[in-house]
């Protein structure tokens, strides 16, 4: 028999090797879900009392167009950045299979209702119907109203105003609370993390722009990883009392 090897499986020190990865992966996913659910936490808490001074935001896309509209309308420019982090990721081309729009992912029923005040290019507006809908100021301009009106409805409760963004002021209003739907809980968790970290350093850092991209992913991936270690563990959990019991047979 070859060292290090058993018959029938793979060599020692691959098996070796793949726990020490994958223990090694467990703990970096365990200490970014700490991290993230402790600053989850924390921001939900502060989005009910709505205690936090504003924040201007830098070293993020459209960094000085946020500060400057959100500061237009009275709203926290960390706020309107967190919300743009979870809509688009910054991204002002971005569509949704709903078919909202822009940064702030209008739908255009909410465009024509708040009324946009920006114009744009002509190429911009043909885009889009209604037009300008991609540009990225007009789409900021109605965006940032909305969440306005959503933060004077609902008295300053931003929880509320943010799980109306997503869910929708009468759903929010029939359900007294937060609605129970999974896509809001997950939308309200990645906003209060963009701006936990907004509101504390003014900017996302790369690597938390990653987590916010593929947050869902990040969450996935260490209920998976567990599982795994747990299914593998089960087999050496039980081997003990196995062989107690093998031992003590006559």
Same mark, same amino acid.
Request: some cysteine; aromatic content about 8%.
């Given at each position: ?11 020692r ?33 502060? &989005?009910s ?36 982090? !979870?809509?688009?990721? &910054?991204?002002a ?61 609902f ?11 997503? !869910?929708?002021?009468e ?14 809980a ?22 938390? +722009?990653?987590?916010?991209?593929? &947050?869902?992913?990040?969450? +996935?991936?260490?209920? !998976? ?21 093998r !031992?003590?047979?006559?």
């Open positions: 028999m070859a060292i290090g090897r058993r018959t029938g499986g793979a060599p020190w691959i098996r070796l090797g793949a726990g020490c990865a994958a223990a090694a992966l467990l703990l970096v996913l365990t200490v970014v879900y700490a991290l993230t659910t402790i600053h989850v936490r924390s921001a939900l808490a502060r &989005f009392r709505g205690d936090a001074p504003p924040r201007s935001v830098h070293n993020i896309p459209y960094a000085e167009l946020i500060n400057r509209t959100a500061g237009a309308h009275h709203v926290n420019p960390a706020i309107v950045a967190a919300v743009v982090a !979870a809509e688009s990721g &910054f991204n081309e971005a569509r949704s299979r709903r078919g909202a729009y822009g940064l702030m992912q209008v739908l255009p029923a909410t465009w024509r209702d708040v009324g946009p005040r920006a114009s744009c290019a002509p190429d911009t507006a043909r885009r889009t119907t209604p037009p300008c809908m991609d540009d990225p100021g007009a789409n900021l301009d109605v965006g940032v109203r909305y969440l306005e009106r959503l933060i004077h409805r008295n300053g409760n931003l929880l509320l105003a943010l799980a109306a963004y997503n !869910a929708g002021a759903t929010v209003a029939r359900s007294r609370g937060v609605p129970p739907y999974p896509e809001t997950r939308y309200l968790r990645q906003v209060a993390l963009a701006w936990f970290h907004l509101q504390r350093d003014g900017t996302l850092t790369p690597f938390w +722009r990653g987590v916010l991209r593929s &947050f869902d992913a990040w969450q +996935r991936a260490r209920a !998976a990883l567990l599982g795994s270690r747990a299914a593998h563990a089960l087999p050496a959990v039980w081997a003990g009392p196995l062989d107690v019991a !031992a003590a047979a006559p």
